[in-house]
């Protein structure tokens, strides 16, 4: 959706599919319409007039002159929209404080504007997110659909067009509440809505057109041998997810998955090549030992750093994993990786670079401050004036932080259950003497996650990917 010529491309994509089938067109907003209402929204809160004028201005801009290049003139409804909009932020401006629900109110005009106008390139009416009957928790910002709801609502609403005949559009990411009060499903939350209609619908097949061809078996940038997978299981998917060169919301394929619709990646860019399916049960290991199958893919997490905390008075104490990850989740930190030494004198977690200042904030202060009844905490280490950590009571003596960490995950279906995976994948970085950090294995068995310093990865992934023969 970057602009009238990308639309056009993509309506006729979608009107190309709709010869052959019944099909639900879902779209996000226009490139960096998302980013540009979030700042808008925040500016109207804090009461910051001008840059809130200068927002508006360029998202009129852009809106405008893609419905003008789509239509001849701007449609009514787009106008209209910018209008609301308008009147909006001039609200949260006045009253100078912005709430979850305000937020998801303007950043919902970005779907609601971008539908409208692929409404006008496909010919075809546009719904937003209500108007289809998806329905959501409360939680605005990443609320969470209610997937009954959805499918009686979307068996009501969108159903009876297709039946007819008709294409449409429906806005992603967007939705409501029971009591029809806009809430949004989560950054990237477009694939979401996708899967949730595709799942209700029990669809053939859901598209997820992107500008990337499909999920790779590395990043290629790393591994020029890299290659394509033509199909993953979702439970693979899943693991790869978040790595991929397009991210996808995290609980994309959730729907799909328990419908059992496939979901196929496809580049907008290459239209004719099938991308990648992603169906069904996960591959059995072939028989004998670790194959070239057992791993299919050696994706990398850039930007990381790993806390370490560590501490002899951890030992046999329950309550410390609880309080450090109820630090972090109260705080919003992503946690991406966890380890703990069987000795238990030490959980490492890894985190986002960009998070790791606000994480080690959240922990010192639930567990290196002493709460006497164990609300929240379990230390018995408090900071001194000069912020060092001085131990009371010997739980926790440390708080470490290592940064410029990646990631490397060696995922695949095959290794449940397969002997020597892991070896074949330590021998082959041991070879090139790339020290490991922290090993992560969960006992899904879909995937082993090791931490490595980033000057290291790149030599560390090319080995497994080669090791394996992917
Ligand atoms: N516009 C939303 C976002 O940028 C949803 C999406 O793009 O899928 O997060
Ligand atoms: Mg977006």
Redesign the pocket.
């Known amino acids: ?1 970057a602009g009238s010529e990308r639309i056009t491309h993509a309506a006729g994509l979608a009107l190309d599919a709709a010869k052959s089938h019944e099909l639900v067109v879902v779209v ?8 540009q209402l979030l700042d808008l929204a925040a500016a109207a809160g804090d009461g910051h007039g001008e840059s809130v004028q200068t927002l508006l201005k360029a998202i009129r801009a852009s809106h405008e002159k893609t419905a003008r290049e789509l239509s001849g003139e701007a449609p009514a409804q787009v106008g209209g929209l910018l209008n609301k909009l308008d009147t909006l932020a001039g609200g949260i401006l006045a009253v100078g404080e912005l709430t979850p629900r305000l937020a998801d109110a303007v950043v919902a005009f ?1 779907e609601r504007l971008s539908s409208v106008m692929m409404g006008v390139a496909m010919r075809c009416p546009a719904l937003d997110g209500q108007q289809a009957g998806i329905v959501t928790t409360d939680h605005f910002g990443e609320a969470d659909p209610l997937m009954e709801l959805c499918i009686a609502g979307i068996g009501k609403n969108v159903r009876p067009l297709l039946a007819v005949g008709r294409p449409m559009v429906v806005a992603g ?1 967007i939705a409501a509440n029971q009591k029809g009060v806009t809430t949004t499903i989560g ?2 939350g ?1 694939d979401y809505t996708a899967t949730i209609l595709g799942a209700a619908l029990k669809a053939d097949e859901i598209h997820i057109w992107s500008d990337v061809d499909g999920l790779m078996t590395a990043d290629p940038r790393v591994v020029p041998t890299a290659k394509l997978l033509h199909t993953i299981s979702f439970a693979e998917a899943v693991e790869l997810g978040k790595f991929g060169a397009k991210s996808m919301h995290p609980r994309a394929l959730e729907p799909a998955a328990a419908f059992g619709v496939p979901v196929r990646m496809r580049s907008t860019f290459k239209p004719e090549n099938p991308g990648t399916l992603i169906c069904g049960a996960v591959q059995p290991a072939t028989a004998g030992g670790p194959s070239a199958s057992a791993v299919r893919a050696v994706p990398m997490l850039k930007s990381l750093a790993m806390i370490t905390i560590g501490g002899a008075g951890m030992i046999g104490r329950p309550g410390t994993a609880a309080a450090a990850f109820d630090a972090l989740a109260v705080a919003r930190i992503n946690v991406h990786m966890i380890c703990q030494s069987v000795s238990e004198a030490g959980i490492s977690i890894v985190v986002s670079q960009a998070q790791v200042k606000k994480a080690r904030t959240a922990l010192e202060r639930a567990l290196l401050h002493h709460q006497p009844h164990g609300h929240g905490g379990v230390g018995g280490v408090r900071t001194t004036a000069t912020g060092a950590a001085e131990n009371t009571d010997h739980i926790i003596n440390s708080i470490e932080v290592q940064e410029d960490l990646v990631v490397i995950a060696v995922v695949g279906g095959g290794m449940k259950g397969t002997p020597g995976v892991a070896a074949k994948v330590f021998t082959a970085i041991a070879e090139k003497s790339v020290n490991i950090i922290a090993i992560a294995q969960g006992s899904s068995e879909l995937s082993i996650a090791l931490a490595v310093q980033a000057d290291q990865a790149k030599v560390a992934v090319a080995a497994i990917h080669e090791a394996f023969g992917i």
């Open positions: 959706m996000s907003a226009m490139d960096g319409v998302t980013e970005g990411f950054r990237g477009s």
